[in-house]
């Protein structure tokens, strides 16, 4: 079933930028980012997630995280078993985590990304464990592709403007429907890039997003770092000094 942008919801908090920069775990000898990396082939559903009627899209793009994750991770291949939350199951976390007591609109009122991710850093979501995560800057070309190509993609907070609710592609708009926040804050998983720019998961779709208009609307960036992806497809040595950023992230209270 489709549904109209304009009358999903929205969720994300201000913008809270972790302890940790991703610049600093980036090996020095890394190769620059692949011209386009795509960890969606083969999820033909990738769910709403509550969103379309909650303001829960913080914990829909961890949701499509862990699809992503379990989708590509671990060998052999024919053994991978894409995992995906119901909406319940993410409801259920939108509750205990952020305070919505379902049918009270009043207790529905977002979540601040940042804070999401230390809980879940804490406690366990959705049976995934999370190792921690780093900010790459939100602006970064490099730094957006390097975090979607070694970590499977990078959660990223938006401001969006009131003229995305009826693009086809979310570029830059001049003018006040432009203007970014205009719309609302928005939290979205981006498991893919391409020459054009970042490819999202949104409201239960693939949304591509321009380069510029990821620099000019976005407000925040985070790697997520999950031992279901790590550990299980052989990456703690793919560029990332992985032992040092779980020492450092379990140092953080």
Same mark, same amino acid.
């Given at each position: ?15 809270r930028h972790g302890k940790l920069r991703l ?44 699809q992503t994750w379990t989708l590509n991770a ?16 993410? $409801?259920?976390? /939108? !509750?205990?985590? +952020? ?5 009270? %609109?009043?207790? #529905? ?55 995305w609710q009826n693009m086809h592609t979310w ?42 208009? $990821?620099?000019? /609307? !976005?407000?925040? +960036? ?5 031992? %279901?992806?790590? #550990? ?22």
């Open positions: 079933m489709l549904h109209d942008p304009a009358n999903c919801k929205l969720g994300k908090g201000p913008a610049a600093a775990y980036l090996k020095t000898d890394l190769s620059p980012a692949p011209e386009a990396v795509d960890w969606t082939a083969g999820l033909t559903s990738w769910g709403m997630m509550g969103n379309d009627s909650h303001g829960d899209c913080v914990f829909a793009a961890g949701a499509h995280a862990i671990g060998l052999p291949v024919h053994a991978r078993i894409e995992r995906t939350m119901s909406d319940a199951a993410v $409801l259920s976390y /939108y !509750s205990r985590w +952020a305070g919505y007591v379902p049918g009270n %609109a009043a207790t #529905d009122n977002g979540f601040v990304i940042a804070d999401f991710l230390n809980l879940w850093k804490a406690d366990a979501y959705g049976g995934v464990l999370l190792d921690g995560f780093v900010d790459p800057e939100p602006g970064n070309q490099e730094h957006i592709k390097q975090g979607i190509a070694l970590f499977g993609g990078v959660d990223i907070g938006l401001q969006l403007p009131v003229a570029d830059v708009v001049e003018g006040n429907d432009g203007a970014p926040g205009s719309w609302g804050g928005h939290s979205v998983w981006v498991p893919a890039y391409n020459a054009l720019g970042p490819v999202c998961v949104t409201w239960g779709a693939l949304k591509q997003i321009t380069w510029p208009a $990821l620099a000019q /609307y !976005s407000d925040e +960036a985070h790697a997520i770092i999950s031992p %279901a992806w790590m #550990d299980r497809n052989g990456r703690t040595t793919c560029g990332l000094a992985y032992t040092a950023l779980r020492v450092d992230s379990e140092a953080i209270e």
